[in-house]
T-cell receptor, first 112, second 113 residues
Framework: GQQVMQIPQYQHVQEGEDFTTYCNSS?????IQWYKQRPGGHPVFLIQ?????EVKKQKRLTFQFGEAKKNSSLHITATQTTDVGTYFC????????????FGTGTRLTIIP | KAGVTQTPRYLIKTRGQQVTLSCSPI?????VSWYQQTPGQGLQFLFE???????NKGNFPGRFSGRQFSNSRSEMNVSTLELGDSALYLC????????????FGSGTQLSVL
């Protein structure tokens, strides 16, 4: 079945440093979504990417969808303490009954 | 507009018991998905319902079942509980199935002793 992997699993950064998490799917995706889960909270939708090579920005966050639609990345510029949490990508399969498969997540910790 | 509501918030059960969790989606949303979240395994897909029909199913044993009612509310049931079933169970709703973004509830934290 479809697998979606994320690296790294954990990332500790100094406040103000940049952060990137990478998402790789074993199969081609229709689209990819990104979610953020704060400690003790539930996942909250951030963005959806649909087109091959698409790049979207939300303030300090930059999201990319690979040309082959099998990988994606989230880059945060100049991290702040409010960025703490676990970031999940979720890929929608291209086949059959479309199913959203979540990545393993990257847990971001900020060192003040 | 009220968000996704899950009840109960916390639950403690013993091995062998069964449990039923409830999820009320955002008003107007017809798709409900269930996920199991554990510290080491991330978000594991259980099943998705749309208009009272199970649309997709994850790789969980038959002890895990669910259903959706005509008002889009959904329940999931776990029978013969095992220690490994201890997890946060998250419900998410969307207007349509498939490509829509998900709105998650706060989850039900299940502890099996």
């Amino acid at each position: 079945g479809q697998q979606v992997m994320q690296i790294p699993q954990y990332q500790h950064v100094q406040e103000g440093e940049d952060f990137t998490t990478y998402c790789n799917s074993s199969t081609t995706l229709s689209n990819i979504q990104w979610y953020k889960q704060r400690p003790g909270g539930h996942p909250v939708f951030l963005i959806q990417l649909v087109k091959s090579g698409e790049v979207k920005k939300q303030k300090r966050l930059t999201f990319q969808f690979g040309e082959a639609k099998k990988n994606s990345s989230l880059h945060i510029t100049a991290t702040q303490t409010t960025d703490v949490g676990t970031y999940f990508c979720a890929g929608l399969s291209n086949f059959g009954n479309e199913k959203l498969t979540f990545g393993t997540g990257t847990r971001l910790t900020i060192i003040p | 507009k009220a968000g996704v509501t899950q009840t109960p918030r916390y639950l403690i059960k013993t091995r062998g018991q069964q449990v039923t969790l409830s999820c009320s989606p955002i008003s107007g949303h017809r798709s409900v998905s269930w996920y199991q979240q554990t510290p080491g395994q991330g978000l594991q897909f259980l099943f998705e319902y749309f208009s009272e029909t199970q649309r997709n199913k994850g790789n969980f044993p038959g002890r895990f079942s669910g259903r959706q009612f005509s008002n889009s509310r959904s329940e999931m049931n776990v029978s013969t509980l095992e220690l490994g079933d201890s997890a946060l169970y998250l419900c998410a709703s969307s207007f349509r199935a498939g490509r829509e973004k998900l709105f998650f509830g706060s989850g039900t934290q299940l502890s099996v002793l």
